[in-house]
């Protein structure tokens, strides 16, 4: 069976697509899923973490593609022949390169931060991925502790219809440091409740 394509898409910049892309790339290696990573956005952090990660010799196998947008479907269209999922992280106010990974995706994950003026940003992206007749869902990222905003923000994409995870990803600060170790939480802090968010995304969006 071919793998499945997840697309991380947010036409608003400073939403978390890259650190969620990694993150969540690594959880589902560390539940023995074969994952490869598509690298569109030409700030190429993605690329910079993977070439760190290559130097070490204690983490899973990870695929990693640096590619231009036009190429994105045919690229990920080989690639989901050998991985279970791959995820493609996609650049900010770039609406041509996002539109190839939501094309190519079966599901697209759109991180938004708690605030109003994030949500109300997404909805280019919901409003693309709507056009593309894909699947997608939001997911609240970044949500302060004791955050009451983020109930609110719930309850505003429950009032216009549309999917967002149950999980929540915390403002924590090992979701970062981890990266600068080309690692990610799941492997480098498996115990702590920033690697057990982004385990439990994992299983609910790549149904693992």
Do not use: C
Request: no cysteine; proline share 4%.
């Amino acid at each position: 069976m071919d793998g499945a394509i997840l697309a991380i898409a947010q036409q608003k910049g400073g939403a978390g697509k890259t650190t969620l892309t990694i993150q969540l790339g690594v959880a589902l290696a560390t539940l023995g899923r074969r994952v490869a990573l598509v690298d569109i956005d030409p700030q190429q952090s993605l690329t910079a973490w993977h070439a760190l990660r290559a130097r070490r010799d204690d983490v899973a196998a990870i695929e990693m593609r640096q590619v231009s947008g036009w190429r994105t479907g045919s690229e990920v269209g080989r690639l989901r022949r050998d991985f279970d999922v791959v995820l493609i992280d996609s650049p900010p106010h770039g609406e041509t390169d996002t539109k190839s990974a939501v094309r190519a995706a079966d599901r697209v994950l759109m991180p938004i931060q708690p605030s109003p003026m994030d949500y109300w940003a997404a909805k280019n992206t919901v409003d693309l991925a709507e056009r593309e007749k894909r699947d997608f869902l939001l997911v609240l990222n970044r949500v302060p502790a004791r955050s009451r905003l983020s109930d609110r923000i719930r309850a505003m994409i429950a009032a216009d219809g549309l999917a967002v995870a149950e999980t929540t990803l915390g403002n924590r600060q090992p979701f970062a440091s981890t990266i600068l170790e080309g690692r990610g939480v799941a492997e480098a802090q498996p115990n702590s409740q920033a690697a057990r968010e982004i385990v439990s995304l994992a299983r609910e969006v790549a149904h693992v």
